[in-house]
């Protein structure tokens, strides 16, 4: 990994090859692999709120004088790692010195991924000394592993604990300090020294109460032994790279020996260039095929927008050019997002556009509703304002929602009793029905209930609508997040810029989506902490609210989510836009991991039994059990992101259960058996 940070390395001992490797169990030996990384001393950094910092290490370290540390004992699961192109890295280890010294000895796991492709195996390293692999791991697989001193010899160890397979290597080593223990996870370096992309390994899980090895993660300091955590000088380790937090762990549990380290990242896929498209103002819709749906509020042939189609790799293709009918009868500007129908098509508004009754410059600008296949075959169902006095609405910013019930829920900006938007349910033959219209609480002037919601509705596992207003509610203006049931009984859960400089935000024109955590996120297009380029946020049910991710502006991550609120993938990371930024101005598509773990998606939500349901999620090839709340099922494996299963005889409702690679993912939302 990286090179030493100071210091001189001593001299170095080398023991014939027959003391070298330890073998303690059968099998027996196998071949040493050198591999491609290097690990190396952490770069420690001190805020000045007292945490700590090292790239490229997170987990936790216990310090003692030099020649003091003569045992460290560890224990986790492997993680299993959602691979994109290219190659990153992931490893998991326990060791002794590193931390403020020239020397790591050090035994532990990788996940990695290569050209696209998972490896797992067990390594060691003697830092200067290169990497070298001992055997293959799975995913899922408990690991114990020691590093220990005794009579001038390290001995380093390492059992699969499924397999019983175990490796290791005794070596002298007379410039090591002994002065730190490390129960860690890393971003390993090239062998040229360069820090790989850190793979994408979710949560990985250390301790007793993870793995049930007993005595880990477990230190040796002088006199004292015990948990990690109970040793003074202990203290935990985050993981940030060129200031971008990669990965942190959790509180240890009571006794001081069992913790996680989640993986968290942010990166900029795509760039809009204006003629693909521009200001993409919507979130995005992982769909059947296991891509990306999305639309750009400007751009394209006719610069009234687009919508487009992007991988999880980043390619993009742009599905349908706005305003190609004379008039811009078939809508023009789509700020909302797509949803998709049990039919498998999407729906979506546009705000300008249509053949409603109100215009601007001669055209008609009270938006539509409207449908498109994935070939990108474009109908429009409803056009707004078509009642007096735009009594059912008008510019819909916002997308739909398709309810439990099938019929379709969303927002619009203006129209409804008072002027200031309304929420409305639309069925597939567009009969429209207003909810509720904002500026009913408070009075004008006032609106404590929120005015002008830009953005869509969620409907939440409670059967409830979660939304947001971008407007009113108190003297700065700033918005709302909203709470309302079917029948049209509204609560005020967040107003927005509560807090000084407005750094949780303001002016959310975002859609919120419900986490597999229970909990909402969504985007605010101002306020923050740097240049008010918006943020990224997570609110409870009951209204606490969490600032996840400050945009940067451009050329960097982007700037102004005004659509873009994230949603949640099958591999657990949130995907969204921002309207701005990014490398060419034009606004960036972004991935978002809190450290969720992955599950699986079924299309559609609800069926009888016989029905034939798609299952949605990633790395899905290795499948070898499907059951529908604990009912098993038949299931046919169509490719890596897609599963087709029979609801079976004997099912109820609950969560639909994936069993691959030794991982159990569930659905992100219960599967409802129609009796």
């Known amino acids: 990994m990286n090179a030493p940070i100071v210091g001189i390395l001593g001299t170095l001992t080398v023991l014939p090859l027959a003391a070298q490797v330890y073998w303690p169990t059968t099998p027996k030996t196998v071949g040493i692999v050198p591999a491609r990384h290097r690990h190396a001393p952490a770069v420690i950094q001190r805020r000045p709120d007292g945490t700590v910092t090292g790239s490229p290490w997170s987990g936790y370290v216990a310090t003692g004088a030099p020649g003091s540390v003569t045992d460290a004992k560890g224990s986790w699961i492997v993680p299993s790692v959602t691979c994109k192109s290219g190659s990153q890295s992931s490893v998991f280890w326990v060791g002794i010195d590193g931390y403020g010294n020239n020397t790591v000895e050090q035994i532990g796991t990788a996940s990695d991924c290569a050209d696209g492709i998972p490896n797992y195996y067990a390594w060691y390293e003697f830092y200067p000394q290169p990497e070298l692999r001992l055997f293959t791991v799975k995913p899922g697989d408990p690991i114990s592993a020691e590093a220990s001193y005794s009579g001038g010899m390290f001995t380093v160890t390492l059992t699969d604990e499924r397999t019983g397979r175990q490796g290791g290597q005794s070596l002298a080593w007379p410039d090591a300090q002994r002065s730190t223990a490390e129960c860690v996870a890393e971003d390993p370096s090239s062998v040229t020294h360069v820090i790989d992309p850190l793979a994408e390994f979710g949560t990985v899980l250390f301790g007793y109460d993870n793995t049930g090895v007993a005595n880990t993660c477990y230190a040796t300091v002088g006199a004292q032994a015990g948990p990690i955590g109970s040793l003074p000088g202990a203290f935990p380790l985050s993981m940030v790279n060129n200031g971008t937090p990669e990965a942190a762990p959790s509180l240890l549990s009571s006794d001081g020996s069992s913790f996680s380290v989640t993986w968290t990242s942010f990166s900029p896929l795509f760039s809009f260039n204006g003629g693909n498209g521009a200001a993409p103002s919507s979130p995005l819709l992982q769909a059947l095929d296991g891509n990306f749906y999305g639309t750009t509020e400007s751009g394209g042939e006719y610069d009234s927008g687009t919508v487009f189609k992007i991988t999880p790799s980043g390619t993009m293709t742009t599905l349908y050019n706005f305003c190609s009918q004379t008039g811009c009868t078939d809508g023009a500007n789509p700020y909302s997002g797509l949803v998709q129908a049990t039919n498998g098509d999407f729906y979506g508004t546009t705000l300008y556009g249509g053949s409603g009754n109100c215009y601007f410059e001669g055209y008609p600008e009270c938006g539509t ?307």
């Open 369 to 675: 509703v409207f449908r498109i296949t994935p070939g990108g075959t474009l109908k429009t169902l409803y056009t707004f304002c078509v009642e007096s006095g735009c009594a059912d609405g008008a510019n819909p910013y916002a997308g739909l929602v398709q309810a439990a019930n099938g019929g379709l829920y969303g927002t619009t900006m203006y129209g409804g009793a008072n002027g200031q938007g309304t929420v409305f349910e639309i069925n597939p033959s567009g009969m429209m029905t207003t909810l509720y219209s904002f500026c009913s609480q408070g009075g004008l002037g006032t609106c404590t209930d929120g005015c002008e919601p830009f953005a869509g509705l969620t409907q939440a596992a409670s059967g409830d609508f979660y939304g947001t207003t971008e407007d009113c509610a108190n003297a700065y203006d700033a918005g709302t997040v909203f709470k309302i049931t079917p029948s049209g009984a509204l609560t005020t859960l967040y107003t927005f810029c509560s807090q000084g400089g407005c750094a949780d935000g303001a002016n959310p024109f975002a859609t919120l989506v419900q986490g597999t955590d229970g909990n909402f996120y969504g985007a605010t297009y101002n306020g923050g902490t740097s240049g008010n380029y918006g943020t990224v946020f997570k609110i409870t049910p009951g209204g606490a609210l969490t600032t996840l991710h400050v945009f940067g502006g451009y050329p960097t991550d982007g700037a102004n989510p005004y659509f873009a609120g994230p949603i949640q993938a099958t591999n657990g990371d949130f995907y969204g836009t921002t309207q701005f930024g990014g490398a060419s101005g034009y606004g960036t598509v972004f991935d978002l991991s809190v450290g969720l773990g992955p599950f699986v998606e079924t299309q559609p939500a609800s069926g009888k039994v016989g029905t034939v349901v798609r299952i949605l999620g990633t790395n899905l090839t290795g499948a070898t059990g499907v059951a529908f709340n604990g009912t098993p099922a038949t299931f046919t494996i169509v490719s890596a992101s897609e599963i087709t299963a029979t609801v079976p005889d004997g099912a109820t409702s609950g969560k639909v259960e994936v069993t691959t690679a030794g991982v159990t993912l569930l659905s992100n939302v219960a599967f409802r058996v129609i009796q």
